[in-house]
C-alpha cells in the first residue's frame, strides 16, 4: 500500500549558549545606562528643588525680614541724653537694647522701651537684643546660640502688620523680637528664625509718670512667636557704630564700626548705632542624594568666619546650604548734628 502525507521535519533552530550570555550582557549594558540616567535625573531634580527652596528663603522670608529691619527707628523719640539719633537710651528706639528699671525719679522713663512696664514689674530682660542668646539656637560647632535682635517702630499708616501678623494701628507702636528656636510643627523638626511681637499706645504722660502696663500683652513678646523664617541653622547680628557728631553733614568722613550687640549697653554711651548687618545660614528642605562630612563644611556668616556644623547637625549634612547677609540703614539714625 501506498503511503500518502507531508514528511515532517524534525531539524529545530535556537539560540545558543554564547548568543544568550551575549544578549544578557547587552541588557544589563543598557540597564545600566538607564539607570544611570534616571539617577543623575534624580540629583540633578533634588539639587533643584534644593536650590529653589533656598531661594524661595530669600526672595520671601528674607526680603520681608529686611522690610521690617527698614522700619526700625520710625516714631523715636529724643531725649537730653541722645537728642535726635539712635543709641542705647533712645526713647522708642529702633535697636532695643534697654528697658526701664522702675527705680529713680522717674521710675519708668529713660530707656528704648521707656514708659512700658509689666504690672508693677519692669519688662523682663529676655526681651532685649542680645549677644548669643541662651534661648536662641544654634547649628555651628563652638556656638551655642544664635543672636537676639528686638527693634521697635511706630506705624506710619494703616494696613500694616507685625512679624507675626497682627494688624497695627496707624500711630501704635510694635516691638518685635526675631531669635531661632526648634520649629516642632515639622517632622523631623528643625531650627527657624521665629518672631514675636507686642503692639502698644505710647501715652507721653503716663510714659514719665506712673507708666504704661503692657502686662495684658506680653505674653506675646515673650512667648515662641511665629517662624517667619524656615531651616535657619545660624543667625548673627553686628550694629553698626560712631562716635562721629557731624555724620549728617560729613558722612564722608565717617568712622563706622560693626560691633556685636554688646552685653553692656552702657558701653555704647557716646555713640550713634547707625545701621544694623544681619547674616543668616540657611538650609534647603529637600535632601540630595549625595552628602559631605560635617568637617568638611565651612561657613562666613558676618564676623564669624571658616564655621562649621556641630555634630548634632549630623543628618544634615545632605542638605544644601547658603549664607545670606543683609546691611540696613537705620531710619533717621543720622539724626542731627
Not at 159 to 178: A, L, Q, T
Not at 241 to 263: G, H, R
Not at 316 to 324: E, S
Request: overall charge negative.
Amino acid at each position: 500500500m501506498k503511503k500518502t502525507g507531508y514528511p515532517v521535519s524534525i531539524n529545530q533552530s535556537g539560540f545558543t549558549l554564547v548568543e544568550l550570555m551575549v544578549a544578557l550582557i547587552l541588557g544589563l549594558v543598557v540597564s545600566a545606562a538607564a539607570l544611570q540616567i534616571f539617577y543623575t535625573s534624580s540629583v540633578n531634580n533634588n539639587r533643584q528643588q534644593a536650590g529653589s527652596q533656598i531661594q524661595d528663603n530669600a526672595v520671601f522670608g528674607i526680603d520681608d525680614f529686611s522690610k521690617h529691619l527698614r522700619r526700625a527707628n520710625y516714631g523715636a523719640n529724643s531725649n537730653t541724653v541722645s537728642g535726635f539719633y539712635l543709641n542705647h537710651l533712645t526713647p522708642q528706639g529702633g535697636i532695643v537694647l534697654t528697658r526701664p528699671t522702675g527705680t529713680g525719679t522717674s521710675p519708668w522713663s529713660k530707656s528704648n522701651l521707656n514708659g512700658l512696664k509689666n504690672g508693677s514689674d519692669p519688662l523682663p530682660t529676655s526681651i532685649l537684643s542680645t549677644n548669643e542668646y541662651t534661648d536662641s539656637e544654634s547649628n555651628l560647632d563652638g556656638i551655642d546660640n544664635s543672636d537676639q535682635l528686638t527693634i521697635q517702630y511706630q506705624a506710619y499708616q494703616d494696613d500694616m502688620f507685625s512679624c507675626d501678623g497682627e494688624e497695627i494701628d496707624k500711630g501704635d507702636y510694635v516691638i518685635e523680637r526675631y531669635f531661632v528656636r526648634t520649629d516642632t510643627s515639622i517632622t523631623p523638626n528643625k531650627n527657624g528664625l521665629a518672631c514675636a511681637s507686642l503692639i502698644y499706645t505710647y501715652d507721653e504722660t503716663l510714659a514719665n509718670t506712673t507708666g504704661i502696663d503692657v502686662s495684658a500683652d506680653i505674653a506675646g513678646l515673650t512667648g515662641n512667636g511665629m517662624i517667619v523664617i524656615p531651616n535657619v541653622d545660624y543667625f548673627r547680628v553686628l550694629l553698626g557704630t560712631t562716635a562721629q557728631n557731624d555724620f549728617a553733614t560729613d558722612p564722608t568722613n565717617l568712622a563706622l564700626i560693626y560691633q556685636p550687640i554688646p552685653n553692656d549697653p552702657t558701653s555704647l554711651a557716646g555713640q550713634r548705632i547707625v545701621s544694623v548687618q544681619v547674616g543668616l545660614l540657611v538650609h534647603s528642605d529637600t535632601a540630595t542624594a549625595t552628602q559631605q562630612a560635617n568637617s568638611s563644611l565651612r561657613f562666613n556668616v558676618l564676623d564669624r568666619r571658616d564655621q562649621q556644623l556641630n555634630t548634632a547637625a549630623a543628618n544634615d549634612r545632605q542638605y544644601l546650604r547658603n549664607v545670606y547677609e543683609t546691611t540696613t540703614l537705620i531710619r533717621n539714625a543720622r539724626g542731627k548734628p
